[in-house]
């Protein structure tokens, strides 16, 4: 990752100390120097804030093949943190099929498939019940 050389390189460019660019994008000054070091990888909102310093465009700082490392790296941390507390649950393999094959359908298709499934809510038999957390599975 050539990100921390890009910072620096622009930094000095800009006739910029550490601490004076440290202090405009609210970061602590051995932070920055841990940047461009490559020894401590910025969130993409630190790097924004740097483009931003510096006034040069994102890509001049990190390379698009990091972007997407960075990118997918903060998707990651996001995805961990919603499904620990909850607000994301992992998709069951058939719930996956169920989804798959809905997609195949055309229009016609997919709305019929939702009147069958809205008419499948209606009996008892194939509903979920209220104090039983696991699914009942009625064939």
Same mark, same amino acid.
């Given at each position: ?70 990118? *997918? $790296?903060?998707?990651?941390? @996001?995805? %961990?943190?919603?499904?620990?507390? =909850? ?23 997919? *709305? $019929?498939?939702?009147?069958? @499934?809205? %008419?499948?809510?209606?009996?008892? =038999? ?14």
């Amino acid at each position: 990752m050539n990100t921390g050389q890009n910072i620096k390189n622009f930094r000095k460019l800009r006739g910029l100390t550490q601490k004076e660019l440290a202090q405009k994008i609210g970061v602590a000054e051995i932070t920055l120097r841990q940047y461009e070091n490559n020894k401590r990888e910025p969130r993409i909102e630190t790097i924004q804030k740097i483009a931003s310093a510096l006034n040069v465009r994102l890509v001049d700082i990190v390379d698009a093949a990091d972007f997407q490392k960075l990118i *997918s $790296k903060e998707v990651d941390a @996001v995805m %961990d943190s919603h499904i620990k507390s =909850g607000k994301v649950r992992i998709i069951e393999t058939d719930e996956q099929e169920l989804v798959s094959d809905y997609l195949k359908l055309n229009k016609s298709g997919k *709305s $019929k498939a939702r009147e069958y @499934v809205k %008419d499948l809510t209606l009996i008892p =038999g194939y509903t979920k019940k209220d104090t039983d957390p696991d699914d009942q599975q009625t064939e």
